[in-house]
Antibody, heavy 124, light 113 residues
């Protein structure tokens, strides 16, 4: 059974760095083809893909946010960590991590299991 | 980036009636090499994460009721709920996984009329 859970601060100040951790079970990021992605959703708005980390260290980022993101993994802890620098109130959103179903290559990103999400508010 | 545009934004439907949601892609998400459309549909209920309903444009995820169906090819896709139940009230999103970055439609809110 695949499960994922996001953790981290729920309130950050503008210009601060946000670090979110996705802790998962039911799969391993050392297995061929496995990936974990991050998606966010501002209140009442649409979903926005942020980044993905694959078993082979192929990390991909949203082009519009690439300069602010870092995604890393700790395979011994079954965790993926997303770091977003220079936070702004427009970054206020629920942040989700999700398991990626293998449907082709690393460019084909389909999310099949999602964490419950964590609402992060950016405010002074 | 591939832009997905859903219509309508909001859809009031009576219980037991059909609900139809459209998703139009700015470019084709069909791969001729494997004859597949790289298009998925998700359901999101209030306070919950999205749930995968349909992938390959028309394949139902395990456990999804058969009143949900997906159709279409290339750039035009449809999600149909054949007989709306109270528990189907949610926002529905399409997503393309044809290429990175994966992109989502803006969502369609289905409510009871």
């Amino acid at each position: 059974q695949i499960t994922l859970k996001e953790s981290g601060p729920t309130l950050v100040k503008p210009t601060q760095t946000l670090t979110l951790t996705c802790t998962f079970s039911g799969f391993s990021l050392t297995t061929y083809g496995v990936g974990v992605g991050w998606i966010r959703q501002p209140p009442g708005k649409a979903l926005e893909w942020l980044a993905v980390d694959y078993w082979n260290d192929d990390n991909r980022y949203s082009p519009s946010l690439k300069s602010r993101f870092t995604i890393t993994k700790d395979t011994s802890k079954n965790q993926v960590v997303l770091t977003l620098t220079n936070m702004d109130p427009v970054d206020t959103a629920t942040y989700y991590c999700a398991h990626i179903r293998r449907v082709g290559g690393n460019s084909n990103v389909l999310f099949d299991y999602w964490g419950q999400g964590i609402l992060v508010t950016v405010s002074s | 980036d591939i832009v997905l545009t859903q219509s309508p934004d909001s859809l009031p439907v009576s219980l037991g009636e059909r609900a139809t949601i459209n998703c139009k892609s700015s470019q084709s998400v069909f791969y001729s090499s494997n004859n597949k459309n790289y298009l998925a549909w998700y359901q999101q209920k209030p306070g919950q994460p999205p749930k995968l309903l349909i992938y390959w444009a028309s394949s139902r995820e395990s456990g999804v009721p058969d009143r949900f169906s997906g159709s279409g090819s290339g750039t035009d896709f449809t999600l149909t709920i054949s007989s709306l139940q109270a528990e189907d009230v949610a926002v529905y999103f399409c997503q393309q996984y044809y290429t990175t970055p994966p992109t989502f439609g803006q969502g369609t809110r289905v409510e009871i009329k």
